[in-house]
T-cell receptor
Framework: KAGVTQTPRYLIKTRGQQVTLSCSPI?????VSWYQQTPGQGLQFLFE???????NKGNFPGRFSGRQFSNSRSEMNVSTLELGDSALYLC?????????????FGPGTRLTVL | AQTVTQSQPEMSVQEAETVTLSCTYD???????LFWYKQPPSRQMILVIR??????QNATENRFSVNFQKAAKSFSLKISDSQLGDAAMYFC????????FGAGTRLTVKP
């Protein structure tokens, strides 16, 4: 069974631009979570989607948004990029939204904002 | 707000020895879940072990075990018979609604 895939793997943008990252969960998984990983702030939860509905949202500004499609694939969008948005963005999928489920992580998208 | 603290930024262990990674958390909830995830260098994060807060028995997965002290809000990870492949960043995580991670502990295994 294929793992979680994220595209693109690397991205370079300039301040003020917007970016869209994609995550394809493991087949059969209906829940997708997004995290931001930086050396300074560590791993921070962005949001979680289950069956196309946002179930939880972390403490990030409105510039960060996401959505999930009927095939469970998810995208996150960051508008008006700032230098501080440079980070590794991780996506994780689980079979459903039961909190005890193991999360399967993707390799991440490395975003650099210049 | 729930916070997760890993007080050891780095740890080192000799191959075949035992090491314990510390984790404490702060919460007012009684029902929650705790996890240890491992992030090897340039590789994907994977689950090591997990614990449901209502279960008193400590979880064990082969060489990995936890010491869960609910009253003390402590959730340490013990790795027995350490192997070179155990070298990684280890993250403690708490989940009630969303997932909160600690800052991580970088484990080095010396041959």
């Amino acid at each position: 069974k294929a793992g979680v895939t994220q595209t693109p793997r690397y991205l370079i943008k300039t301040r003020g631009q917007q970016v869209t990252l994609s995550c394809s969960p493991i087949s059969g998984h209906r829940s997708v979570s997004w995290y931001q990983q930086t050396p300074g702030q560590g791993l921070q939860f962005l949001f979680e989607y289950f069956s196309e509905t946002q179930r939880n949202k972390g403490n990030f500004p409105g510039r960060f948004s996401g959505r999930q499609f009927s095939n469970s694939r998810s995208e996150m969008n960051v508008s008006t990029l700032e230098l501080g948005d440079s980070a590794l963005y991780l996506c994780a999928s689980t079979r459903d939204n039961y909190a005890y489920n193991e999360q399967f992580f993707g390799p991440g998208t490395r975003l650099t904002v210049l | 707000a729930q916070t997760v603290t890993q007080s050891q930024p780095e740890m080192s262990v000799q191959e075949a020895e035992t090491v314990t990674l510390s984790c404490t958390y702060d919460t007012s909830e009684s029902d929650y879940y705790l996890f240890w995830y491992k992030q090897p260098p340039s590789r994907q994060m994977i689950l090591v072990i997990r614990q449901e807060a209502y279960k008193q028995q400590n979880a064990t997965e082969n060489r990995f075990s936890v010491n869960f002290q609910k009253a003390a809000k402590s959730f340490s990870l013990k790795i027995s018979d350490s192997q070179l492949g155990d070298a990684a960043m280890y993250f403690c995580a708490y989940r009630n609604n969303d997932m909160r991670f600690g800052a991580g502990t970088r484990l080095t295994v010396k041959p």
